[in-house]
């Protein structure tokens, strides 16, 4: 890793920050700006980089931009955005808002709590839908209220569309064998291509209807942040307008791909649901899976742009480019012409969760759980013990009959709203799956089984050490479905019947299925 810029370097010093005191200061940074916090406050300087689509090679465009980040995002954020600041060096010292001759400028923040974060409460769990409900009526009326001109117009029609797609592969090309294969590259860029081609009247329609506006540019679940007062979406783009201004339906889909990332396509849904609701945009719609498509690219692109950046740590590359690939799958499955329906198959302690949880965030799959929706239809907390036998009470043959029947219903639900769902369940019933094959077959969607296979003593030993979750397998309840399960028979192995190795590492078999569909 590169050695810090020098004045990064003497910012770091926490007697730079006299009135915050911090014990220390953090230091964030993105391809184009280092980020100290404090604790109470957040500095931002830009790296002096020109990278085609930004220029902050001088301090004079370093100064224009900060000054225009704060007036831009005071639209969403207007106490949070405090002013610009100089950095000046005198007698060969570095300091904020000192004397001496200005070297750099930062852009002053209130520093946002960490524990109002969408994407870190995304990791977490702790998003209620309500507050995707909010985040919609929030991004609705600011996009009412969002100018818009002739000149702004413009960005929606398709040659600016088709330009800022060209951009995306020109750019992304590189990474070809490092983040995304050739054939999948060639893939996407055709879809584009093809669907440009095919729907220029519905570009002409959005721009007619005004619906191109100078929107936030980069609405995604790290830049909203809730707290006591209200709803801050910060950080908009500030350095290019060609990015800002764009279709509102884009920014739409810019956060809803993102709660696809997350694996919360319920989220997703929510949220787009509540936004038509409020703008009565019922056209965005038509255009939804492309600018998904489209922002996936992007996101996708903005973490390989990681893996050159000197001042980048090799671990957090590691991790880069994984995130890449995952909105590189992401960006595939928003370009299939059908949806799937998923069920896992196989023994309680087989892995299928944790399979499942990770392929819904990589295909944007709605995730429905045999072991939630168990509890939620008897009442019980999510991680409470029924405390009854293997067969009785919450694990009845009724209950067990009513609980198919309802995740089942959800799964249809899903394919009727052109969403692709996965199941997860343990599916030993020849009956039960075939009811899913129906469904597929009943709403025009490709059905796939996933097996997953365990030595049984590997299997025991997992199911022994399980700490309390939502599940209540356990070594008996396996005894007890091993004595009733139908082998998968029914589907010859192969495209449709997966078979999944639990010994092999997650991130593996996910890599295996994902490459099986495309």
């Given at each position: 890793m590169a050695q810090l810029p020098e004045v990064i370097q003497a910012l770091l010093d926490p007697a730079q920050y006299p009135d915050d005191a911090p014990s220390e200061v953090k230091l964030l940074q993105t391809q184009m700006s280092f980020v100290l916090l404090t604790g109470r406050h957040a500095y931002k300087i830009r790296k002096p980089v020109n990278l085609g689509y930004v220029d902050y090679t001088t301090l004079e465009k370093r100064k224009l931009y900060s000054d225009k980040e704060v007036?831009?995002?005071?639209?969403?954020?207007?106490?949070?955005?405090?002013?610009?600041?100089?950095?000046?060096?005198?007698?060969?010292?570095?300091?904020?808002?000192?004397?001496?001759?200005?070297?750099?400028?930062?852009?002053?923040?209130?520093?946002?709590?960490?524990?109002?974060?969408?994407?870190?409460?995304?990791?977490?769990?702790?998003?209620?839908?309500?507050?995707?409900?909010?985040?919609?009526?929030?991004?609705?009326?600011?996009?009412?209220?969002?100018?818009?001109?002739?000149?702004?117009?413009?960005?929606?029609?398709?040659?600016?569309?088709?330009?800022?797609?060209?951009?995306?592969?020109?750019?992304?090309?590189?990474?070809?064998?490092?983040?995304?294969?050739?054939?999948?590259?060639?893939?996407?860029k055709e879809c584009f291509d093809t669907f440009l081609d095919k729907h220029a009247a519905l570009f002409v329609s959005r721009v007619e209807r005004r619906r191109i506006r100078d929107c936030h540019g980069d609405l995604h679940s790290a830049h909203i942040c809730f707290q006591d007062h209200g709803i801050c979406i910060f950080?908009?783009?500030?350095?290019?307008?060609?990015?800002?201004?764009?279709?509102?339906?884009?920014?739409?889909?810019?956060?809803?791909?993102?709660?696809?990332?997350?694996?919360?396509?319920?989220?997703?849904?929510?949220?787009?649901?509540?936004?038509?609701?409020?703008?009565?945009?019922?056209?965005?719609?038509?255009?939804?899976?492309?600018?998904?498509?489209?922002?996936a690219h992007i996101r996708a692109k903005v973490a390989c742009f990681k893996l050159d950046d000197p001042f980048v740590p090799e671990a957090e590359k590691a991790e880069e480019l994984a995130k890449a690939r995952?909105?590189?799958?992401?960006?595939?499955?928003?370009?299939?012409?059908?949806?799937?329906?998923?069920?896992?198959?196989?023994?309680?302690?087989?892995?299928?969760?944790?399979?499942?949880?990770?392929?819904?965030?990589?295909?944007?799959?709605?995730?429905?759980?045999?072991?939630?929706?168990r509890k939620t239809l008897a009442g019980l907390p999510l991680i409470q013990r029924?405390?009854?036998?293997?067969?009785?009470?919450?694990?009845?043959?009724?209950?067990?009959?009513?609980?198919?029947?309802?995740?089942?219903?959800?799964?249809?639900?899903?394919?009727?709203?052109?969403?692709?769902?996965i199941v997860d369940a343990t599916f030993l019933s020849k009956e039960q799956r075939m009811k899913a094959a129906d469904i597929a077959r009943r709403n025009g969607a490709d059905f796939i089984v996933l097996e997953c296979r365990l030595d049984e003593d590997e299997l025991r030993h997992r199911?022994?050490?399980?700490?309390?979750?939502?599940?209540?397998?356990?070594?008996?309840?396996?005894?007890?479905?091993?004595?009733?399960?139908?082998?998968?028979?029914?589907?010859?192995?192969?495209?449709?019947?997966?078979?999944?190795?639990?010994?092999?590492?997650i991130s593996d078999n996910v890599r295996n299925i994902i490459d099986n569909l495309t």
């Open positions: 007036s831009l995002n005071r639209r969403l954020c207007p106490d949070t955005y405090l002013g610009v600041i100089p950095v000046t060096r005198k007698d060969d010292r570095i300091r904020l808002r000192g004397e001496g001759e200005i070297i750099d400028y930062a852009v002053k923040m209130k520093q946002l709590p960490a524990e109002g974060m969408l994407d870190l409460r995304l990791k977490t769990g702790d998003v209620k839908p309500e507050m995707l409900e909010s985040v919609a009526r929030t991004v609705a009326n600011f996009h009412d209220m969002a100018d818009t001109n002739g000149e702004i117009a413009r960005f929606g029609e398709t040659d600016g569309i088709r330009r800022n797609v060209e951009e995306n592969f020109e750019q992304s090309q590189p990474y070809i064998g490092r983040a995304l294969s050739q054939s999948q590259f060639d893939k996407l950080d908009c783009i500030e350095f290019n307008d060609r990015f800002r201004y764009g279709d509102t339906a884009s920014e739409v889909a810019f956060l809803s791909m993102d709660l696809d990332h997350y694996g919360r396509a319920d989220l997703r849904r929510i949220f787009i649901d509540e936004y038509v609701k409020k703008s009565g945009d019922t056209g965005l719609c038509e255009l939804l899976r492309f600018y998904q498509a489209y922002r995952g909105y590189f799958d992401l960006e595939l499955a928003y370009t299939r012409q059908k949806p799937i329906l998923v069920i896992m198959s196989g023994y309680t302690g087989s892995g299928k969760s944790a399979v499942a949880t990770e392929l819904a965030k990589h295909l944007g799959l709605v995730y429905i759980s045999s072991d939630v929706t029924s405390g009854e036998g293997i067969d009785a009470g919450l694990y009845s043959r009724e209950m067990t009959e009513k609980t198919y029947q309802s995740i089942l219903m959800m799964a249809e639900g899903a394919l009727k709203s052109k969403d692709s769902a199911l022994e050490r399980r700490i309390a979750g939502v599940s209540d397998g356990t070594w008996q309840v396996y005894l007890s479905q091993k004595s009733k399960a139908e082998p998968v028979t029914e589907i010859q192995i192969g495209p449709n019947h997966v078979i999944i190795d639990a010994l092999r590492p």
